[in-house]
């Protein structure tokens, strides 16, 4: 009787164990770590980010190589194809401005460093001449020979204003020396507004905008030559 019940226990215990070990996994709808994987193949690019919830698409550890389904880093590499771009780092949030990503990004290296910014910017007014110092500072921060520097897509509720936003990173990347590629070319309406089922609230790419973006970032990374074209000189401190 006294072995049963033993055996009794630890059958509970095991069960007990188990279930607190799945209860402490990964749940389905938590974002999956996909950054510091090289390619197998042993050729690659390496390429770090900077952003907000474009990049990050809900994930709160973006810094720990965890994005969301919705996030552009998932589709830079062309399906079907052997993978040739590695993400190694970065940071992203959600409401995220320039200044904070300045503040939070930690020193790092890779080939590129890809920037996708400015969008929770334009709606606090921060003014363009003080994103594109946070910009620089970024640049000083991360030692990459390529900076890429993308436009954000589109906001159904300030079209003229990220039209405007855009056109001034175009100019920014041409005065420093950084890579420009209008990647939300491919989100946008005639009118400037997200295209009909890349978008579900006028502001964030879904799944499908994602696609388009990574696909226009991996595009960039992978046909440019990566060469040391940034200026990263001229950086001022953050105030």
Same mark, same amino acid.
């Given at each position: 009787m006294g072995t049963r019940k033993t055996l009794l226990v630890l059958a509970c215990l095991t069960l007990f164990a188990g279930l607190l070990g799945l209860s402490g996994g990964p749940r389905a709808n938590e974002p999956v770590p996909q950054a510091f994987a090289l390619p197998a193949n042993g050729?690659?690019?390496?390429?770090?980010? *900077?952003?907000?919830s474009i990049t990050a698409a !809900?994930?709160?550890?973006? =810094?720990? #190589?965890n994005v969301g389904e919705a996030?552009?880093?998932?589709?830079?590499?062309?399906p079907g194809a052997p993978a040739t771009l590695a993400w190694t780092g970065g940071w992203a949030l959600g409401g995220a401005q320039s200044g904070d990503?300045?503040?939070?990004?930690?020193?790092?290296? *890779?080939?590129?460093?890809?920037?996708?910014? !400015?969008?929770?910017?334009? =709606?606090? #007014?921060?003014p363009h001449a003080r994103i594109a110092q946070n910009l620089v500072r970024i640049t000083s921060i991360v030692q990459a020979p390529r900076v890429l520097l993308s436009s954000v897509p589109p906001r159904d509720d300030a079209v003229e204003a990220t039209v405007g936003y855009n056109d001034f990173l175009q100019q920014?990347?041409?005065?420093?020396?950084?890579?420009?590629?209008?990647a939300a070319a491919g989100l946008r309406s005639e009118e400037?507004?997200?295209?009909?089922?890349?978008?579900?609230?006028g502001v964030h790419p879904n799944v499908a905008g994602a696609r388009i973006l990574g696909a226009a970032i991996g595009q960039a990374l992978t046909t440019k030559p990566?060469?040391?074209?940034?200026?990263?000189n001229g950086t001022e401190p953050l105030g």
């Open positions: 050729v690659h690019t390496t390429f770090m980010v *900077a952003g907000d !809900g994930s709160h550890t973006v =810094a720990a #190589g996030s552009w880093v998932n589709y830079v590499n062309t990503m300045a503040a939070a990004l930690h020193h790092g290296s *890779a080939d590129a460093l890809v920037l996708l910014a !400015g969008t929770n910017d334009l =709606a606090h #007014g921060t920014l990347a041409l005065d420093r020396g950084w890579l420009f590629i209008d400037d507004t997200f295209a009909e089922g890349l978008s579900e609230d990566i060469v040391a074209d940034a200026n990263t």
